[in-house]
C-alpha cells in the first residue's frame, strides 16, 4: 500500500497563523468600507424623505419660498416639516445624543453652539432631527431666511459625531442683490433656493471649492477633523457620493 503524505502540525500552525495575519490586516478595512456604505445610503436616504417632506407640504401650504419664515423654530417644524416627515414623532426635551442634548465634532468634542441647542429636538423613525430657523434682516440680500437640518441617521445608538452618523442639511430661501459685498463673498453666485447639503458656511466656499480646499480647512465651509463637520455631508456628495481618502472620520 502506498504511504499518505500528510501536513506536518507545524506546518498547520504556520498556515494558520498567515491566515490569521491576512485576517486581521483585512478585516478592519472590510469592516469599515462596509460602515461606509451604510452611512452614505442611509445619508442619501434622509435626504430623500427630507426633500420629500418638503415637496408632500407645499401641496397644503404652498411653495416653501412663502412660508412664514418668522415663526419660532419649534412652531415652523410642526407646521411645514414635521406631519410630512414622519406619521408619528416625538418632542425630546433633553439627553437626545447618546446622553446629551447635542452631538459631537469630529475631534469628538461636545458642540455646543446656542442656536442649535435651544432648537426642537424629536424623535421620528428611530431617529433626531433638530429644526433652527433663521431669518437675519439684511438689505443687501432682501434678508436672509434659511433652515438648517440636522439629523442623526441612526438615533442615539451610534456615537452622535457631525460627519459620521449626523449631517447637517440647510434649505435656503433668500435672494440677494447685484453688487457689493455679497457677490464678492457668496458662492455660487445669483439666486439660489432649495434643500442642500452641509451649512451657511457653504456660500463662503464650499460649494464652489474643490474637495481639497475643503478638506484643507477648517472655515468656509471646510471638512475637517478640528472643524465643526457640518459641511462634510456636502463633501460625501461632492464625491459622487463616495468617502474620500481625505475624509477627516474614519468609519
Known amino acids: 500500500m502506498g504511504r499518505f503524505k500528510a501536513f506536518t502540525l507545524a506546518e498547520v500552525l504556520i498556515t494558520l497563523g498567515i491566515v490569521g495575519i491576512i485576517a486581521a490586516l483585512t478585516f478592519p478595512m472590510l469592516m469599515r468600507r462596509y460602515n461606509e456604505i451604510v452611512t452614505i445610503n442611509q445619508l442619501r436616504k434622509v435626504y430623500a424623505e427630507l426633500q420629500q417632506a418638503i415637496q408632500l407640504s407645499e401641496v397644503n401650504n404652498g411653495s416653501f419660498r412663502d ?29 437626545c445624543f447618546k ?34 430657523v433663521r431669518n437675519i434682516e439684511r438689505t443687501d440680500m ?56 452641509g451649512g451657511i458656511g457653504g456660500y463662503w466656499g464650499a460649494y464652489c471649492g474643490t474637495l481639497d480646499q475643503m478638506f484643507g480647512s477648517s472655515a468656509r465651509g471646510g471638512c475637517t477633523i478640528t472643524g465643526d463637520g457640518t459641511s462634510c455631508g456636502l463633501a460625501i456628495e461632492k464625491n459622487g457620493w463616495k468617502i474620500s481618502d481625505k475624509y477627516p472620520i474614519k468609519f
Not at 68 to 79: G, P, V
Not at 144 to 171: A, C, H, P, Q, W
Request: with cysteine; proline share 3%.
Open 67 to 95: 412660508w412664514d419664515y418668522s415663526l419660532s423654530s419649534k412652531e415652523f417644524a410642526e407646521i411645514y416639516i414635521m406631519p410630512y416627515l414622519a406619521k408619528s414623532y416625538t418632542k425630546c426635551n433633553s439627553r
Open 99 to 132: 446622553g446629551e442634548h447635542y452631538w459631537r465634532k469630529p475631534n469628538k468634542t461636545l458642540d455646543t453652539t446656542g442656536e442649535y441647542q435651544v432648537a426642537p429636538h424629536f424623535f421620528y423613525r428611530d431617529k433626531i432631527i433638530v429644526i433652527n
Open 142 to 197: 432682501n434678508n436672509i431666511k434659511y433652515v438648517n437640518f440636522i439629523i442623526d441617521i441612526n438615533g442615539n445608538r451610534g456615537e452622535s459625531i457631525m460627519g459620521k452618523d449626523v449631517f447637517m442639511f440647510t434649505l435656503f430661501n433668500y435672494t440677494y442683490n447685484t453688487g457689493g459685498w455679497v457677490l464678492t463673498q457668496l458662492c455660487p453666485k445669483g439666486e439660489h433656493y432649495g434643500l442642500y447639503l
